[in-house]
Nanobody, 124 residues
Framework: QVQLVESGGGLVQAGGSLRLSCAASGRTFSNYAMGWFRQAPGEERRFVATISWSGGRTDYVDSVKGRFTISRDNAKNSVYLQMNSLKPEDTAVYYC?????????????????WGQGTQVTVSS
């Protein structure tokens, strides 16, 4: 079992930045690829970014490439999402998730542990 707790969300103006953190506890963190997903009101949960167990491989949805950066610190059992140049359409609840595999993954069904989410609101 892995417990995930997100933090760092909040209200920011368009063009601003936020850094989300996800702290993991339980089983060996480095055994899992990690991902960030988001869900806007009335929409399904969507993939944002993913990182391999070692941090050596990452993948992003096209809409955040060049603006968001996913990273991890296995010594601190944490994964991060640095979000720059934020836009109103980035407004959503952001979730971190842990996958049972080692490589980066986009599909939500590949993730077996989920956090409770943190709200990000970008005002225009």
């Amino acid at each position: 079992q892995v417990q995930l707790v997100e933090s760092g969300g909040g209200l920011v103006q368009a063009g601003g930045s936020l850094r989300l953190s996800c702290a993991a506890s339980g089983r060996t963190f480095s055994n899992y690829a990690m991902g960030w997903f988001r869900q806007a009101p009335g929409e399904e949960r969507r993939f944002v970014a993913t990182i391999s167990w070692s941090g050596g491989r990452t993948d992003y949805v096209d809409s955040v490439k060049g603006r968001f950066t996913i990273s991890r610190d296995n010594a601190k059992n944490s994964v991060y999402l640095q979000m720059n140049s934020l836009k109103p359409e980035d407004t959503a609840v952001y979730y971190c998730a842990a996958s049972s595999g080692l490589g980066p993954k986009r599909a939500s069904y590949e993730y077996i542990y989920w956090g409770q989410g943190t709200q990000v609101t970008v005002s225009s």
